[in-house]
């Protein structure tokens, strides 16, 4: 594959373009495909985003929401046809096609040009060219750079600014996690002066809930927490009946691990959560332990060092057994400090 830099020439001349994101959106990756299609619409290009799945209600009010297009059973030829014929694809935020489910098939075989650009471990090989930085703390720095280095500064739009701020921000546990370097604190200085809303976009992400959002919350700290400070671990196990209780939408359960995570001496936290005959597992950790080798050794899984996911075939009730006995060595196999 080639360098990024490569790539600005061919930006040049008019393309259909796709962008993509892994399934289940998060704040960055639909953040940093908003972003990159109002730069890419305003150099004159023909932009269609495609999500996987569908994503949280708390970040569909980012700027050009309404012109995402969500694969599903119902518009699926059209997808599939519009992947084999434009132009250029733009993969953000995932560096392995598994992650873009149902799509990953038609993105290998099209014959665009596919363009990575990402923060996550261990790429696969399928893009022509390429930005991958995993010392970046969000696909969303990436898209920053990318954009000044072919049109500087302005070409950055109050709407660019809030998508783009909103995926740092996101990623970096609001400026309070590892990856939260000078760069990033420059980088946002930089969208919030360039028109990034920082008021409104902590508001519309993290003070935007539902009554049973906040009742589940208190039901699962009284209820589903458990606590084993033997092994500096805690744990939610959410039934897919706990789930029905609250009529949870898709997103409720965003932020819940990190109330483990808080507690004093604690340096892993997880949720395990019953999802449609599946059972998920989302990982949190400090310091020098290793969340994402646990998920990929254990769970099919994999992300960042201190967050990632993973996915179990079992019962939710097996799987829970399963993490408690390999979380009884992950203090001793997982850290380096």
Request: proline share 3%.
């Amino acid at each position: 594959m080639r360098p990024i830099t490569d790539l600005i020439p061919v930006l040049n001349d008019f393309k259909k373009i796709i962008i993509t994101t892994h399934a289940n959106p998060d704040a960055d990756a639909l953040g940093s495909s908003l972003g990159l299609f109002h730069f890419l619409k305003a150099r004159g290009h023909e932009v269609q985003i495609i999500t996987p799945t569908d994503y949280p209600n708390f970040i569909s009010w980012l700027p050009g929401n309404d012109q995402v297009l969500e694969f599903n059973s119902t518009n699926k030829d059209l997808v599939l046809e519009m992947i084999q014929s434009y132009a250029l694809i733009f993969c953000l935020d995932f560096s392995d096609l598994k992650r873009v489910n149902g799509l990953a098939d038609a993105v290998a075989t099209s014959p665009a040009l596919k363009v990575m650009i990402d923060h996550h471990l261990e790429p696969e090989n399928f893009d022509d060219y390429r930005l991958w930085d995993v010392s970046a703390a969000a696909t969303a720095e990436l898209i920053y750079d990318f954009i000044i280095s072919i049109d500087e500064k302005k070409a950055i739009t109050a709407d660019i600014a809030n998508c783009l701020y909103a995926g740092i921000m996101t990623d970096t546990g609001s400026f309070r996690y590892g990856n939260t370097t000078s760069k990033v604190h420059r980088t946002v200085a930089e969208l919030i002066d360039l028109g990034a809303n920082v008021n409104k976009v902590s508001r519309s992400i993290y003070d935007t809930n539902t009554i049973n959002r906040l009742r589940f919350i208190g039901f699962s700290l009284l209820e589903k927490l458990i606590v084993d400070p033997k092994n500096n671990i805690a744990y939610f196990s959410i039934s897919e009946k706990d789930i029905q209780q609250f009529d949870l939408k898709k997103g409720d359960t965003e932020g819940l691990v990190n109330y483990a995570l808080s507690i004093q001496g604690i340096i892993m936290a997880t949720i395990i959560k019953e999802d449609h005959g599946e059972v998920k597992l989302s990982f949190r950790s400090t310091g020098d332990f290793a969340v994402n080798k646990f998920a990929s050794d254990h769970f099919e899984g994999g992300g960042h060092k201190n967050a990632s996911g993973g996915i179990s075939y079992l019962s939710l009730e097996a799987t829970i057994e399963k993490f408690k006995a390999l979380a009884i060595g992950f203090k001793e196999k997982y850290g380096s400090s």
